[in-house]
């Protein structure tokens, strides 16, 4: 997916390796998705250089809810100022949202001091201040192993070059989400769907992002 938009992944775990890879890089993503100790000694690592290099990251804090030793590593993070976090209704509950669901995200959001984009039927995107909701995407994009973790690598990847946080993850969701609307109206089910969510991803340009955006 990253390369579909025209973005340059780079992926390690290697605590020897990561500060090299973030150095050259314009953007930082932690996900938890497979986390050991490994991979949490390379993230500390990895963040320490961001912050030394002026790259900006963006934390998926996937599972935190199942996981009490990757909940606490995650609030820890959190309190390291990435530029957004990007999770599920459970994951940002794991990390102390409650409910209602929009008012919660935003008070996280401001005791967090960074940006919260909340994946859902609407996405909300907030930093405690401003608020975007994004009703675009399809229930197929739900159906698809990694869907979630590669969207976020795309917003990383927006961040690179918007560098406003709110307006770098809200496009992002909103690219994601008429990419999956586009996929879903030629897919048969999910192995299809994976494939042209690629070819959408590809295929967009400026003219269809304006005209099926939706914003609320």
């Not at 949202?97 to 995107?125: C, H, K, M, W, Y």
């Not at 795309?154 to 709110?166: I, K, S």
């Not at 969510?197 to 295929?203: E, I, K, Q, R, T």
Request: proline share 5%; net charge negative.
């Amino acid at each position: 997916m990253l390369l579909a938009v025209g973005a340059e992944p780079s992926m390690t775990s290697s605590a020897e390796e990561v500060a090299a890879f973030v150095a050259a890089s314009d953007a930082l993503l932690i996900n938890l998705g497979m986390l050991d100790n490994a991979r949490r000694d390379a993230s500390l690592t990895a963040i320490e250089v961001a912050k030394a290099e002026g790259v900006r990251w963006v934390l998926d804090p996937v599972k935190v809810h199942v996981s009490p030793p990757r909940l606490a590593f995650a609030r820890d993070l959190v309190g390291m100022e990435p530029a957004f976090v990007r999770a599920n209704h459970a994951e940002i509950v794991g990390l102390g949202a409650a409910e209602p669901e929009e008012f919660a995200t935003r008070q996280l959001a401001v005791s967090s001091l960074t940006t919260i984009a909340l994946s859902g039927a609407v996405d909300i995107v907030t930093d405690g201040i401003r608020v975007l909701r994004v009703a675009n995407g399809h229930p197929l994009m739900d159906r698809v192993t990694a869907m979630g973790c590669a969207g976020t690598a795309v917003a990383a990847a927006f961040l690179a070059v918007e560098p406003d946080p709110v307006a770098a993850a809200a496009a992002a969701l909103v690219v994601l989400g008429i990419a999956g609307e586009i996929a879903a109206a030629s897919a048969n089910g999910p192995g299809s769907f994976a494939i042209e969510m690629l070819d959408a991803l590809y295929g967009l340009d400026e003219t269809q992002v304006v005209a099926r955006a939706r914003l609320l």
